[in-house]
């Protein structure tokens, strides 16, 4: 059974960092494109960022380009995102999903329950 | 700046048909944005329900159906059930990136 398991998540004053982890298990991580996903309260789900299964391409959004960079270890099957020069506009329920891009298919196929980070003074 | 507009709500009567639908600001969407189609429930994690425009994710019900009409992407609920309230979201694959729709809420009553 695949499952992810996101962590890291907290309260996190503006300006400060954090780093979330993804702890994948029930498949070969290292075969897949990772992926991670918020969603701000009351608001719609945003695709912040992608890493493919090497880990040697990653993708940003706009709105995290240069301060939030993901990682993963494929010897850990795990996936990372550190997070810094918080903004309160990154307070949001953090997703991690398994990204089944390339080849004739992309999509969203596993998704994590989320970890929450709030930014605030 | 791309957007990705899906319709606000819907409302669809216990066994009736809903169609949702997912634009592109930039011009049509066709089956190379690869669309697939979220379902989340109230505190919950989204659940896949679609992809690659019609294809349905293992143990979706059949009554879940994708499509293209005319410049859009489409999600039709065929027969909905009460446990169908929920919001629902397009995504589309943008060449690196994707872009997530607005979203629809849907209310089964």
């Known amino acids: 059974e695949v499952q992810l398991l996101e962590s890291g998540g907290g309260l996190v004053q503006p300006g400060g960092s954090l780093r979330l982890s993804c702890a994948a298990s029930?498949?070969?991580?290292?075969?897949?494109?990772m992926t991670w996903v918020r969603q701000a309260p009351g608001r719609g789900l945003e695709w912040i960022s992608s890493i493919v299964d090497r880990g040697i391409i990653t993708y940003y959004a706009d709105s995290v380009k240069g301060r939030f960079t993901i990682s993963r270890d494929n010897s850990k099957s795990t996936l990372y995102l550190q997070m810094s020069s918080l903004r309160a506009e990154d307070t949001a329920v953090y997703f991690c999903?398994?990204?089944?891009?390339?080849?004739?298919?992309?999509?969203?196929?596993?998704w994590g329950q989320g970890t929450l980070v709030t930014v605030s003074s | 700046q791309t957007v990705v507009t899906q319709e606000p709500s819907f409302s669809v009567s216990p066994g009736g048909t809903v169609t949702l639908t997912c634009g592109l600001s930039?011009?049509?969407?066709?089956?190379?944005?690869?669309p697939s189609w979220y379902q989340q429930a109230p505190g919950q994690a989204p659940r896949t329900l679609i992809y690659?425009?019609?294809s349905r994710s293992s143990g979706v019900p059949d009554r879940f159906s994708g499509s293209i009409l005319g410049n859009k992407a489409a999600l039709t609920i065929t027969g909905a059930q009460a446990d169908d309230e929920s919001d629902y979201y397009c995504?589309?694959?943008?060449?690196?990136?994707?872009?997530f729709g607005t979203g629809s809420k849907v209310t089964v009553l």
């Open positions: 029930g498949f070969t991580f290292s075969g897949y494109a």
């Open positions: 690659s425009t019609n």
């Open positions: 995504l589309l694959y943008m060449g690196s990136d994707y872009v």
């Open positions: 999903t398994r990204d089944r891009r390339f080849g004739t298919m992309y999509y969203f196929d596993y």
């Open positions: 930039s011009g049509p969407v066709s089956t190379s944005y690869y």
